[in-house]
């Protein structure tokens, strides 16, 4: 199996900034897409941004500008920088990775257990 763990969430102040990362461990192969999701209360999970093998990255246009995605391979980590972060960004956020494991030729997602982000004076 595979497992996802993350760190780095927390409170802090409108403008601030924080680094959220999420290590994957296990039966993996190769880990094709990586990305973060965010969940507020009474809302739906949202994609926040993803970042592909070779590097290619996309972000939801409300954090364009602030977050910065970015990955280390050879660790199979996954890393986003949050700056001048906003009341609105308040939510759980979630690391997901698309994995190749051992043994199989299918990719298969995993969901890591999410991480509270909250943002307020």
């Known amino acids: 199996q595979v497992q996802l763990v993350e760190s780095g969430g927390g409170l802090v102040q409108p403008g601030g900034s924080l680094r959220l990362s999420c290590g994957a461990s296990?039966?993996?192969?190769?880990?094709?897409?990586m990305g973060w999701y965010r969940q507020a209360p009474g809302k739906q999970r949202e994609l926040v941004a993803t970042?592909?093998?070779?590097?290619?990255?996309n972000y939801a246009d409300s954090v364009k500008g602030r977050f910065t995605i970015s990955r280390d391979n050879a660790k199979n980590t996954v890393f986003l920088q949050m700056n001048s972060l906003k009341p609105e960004d308040t939510a759980v956020y979630y690391c997901?990775?698309?994995?190749?494991?051992?043994?199989?030729?299918?990719?298969?997602?995993?969901w890591g257990q999410g991480t509270q982000v909250t943002v307020s004076s």
């Open positions: 296990g039966s993996i192969i190769r880990i094709n897409a």
């Open positions: 997901n990775a698309v994995v190749v494991r051992i043994g199989s030729r299918f990719e298969y997602n995993y």
């Open positions: 970042i592909t093998g070779a590097g290619s990255t």
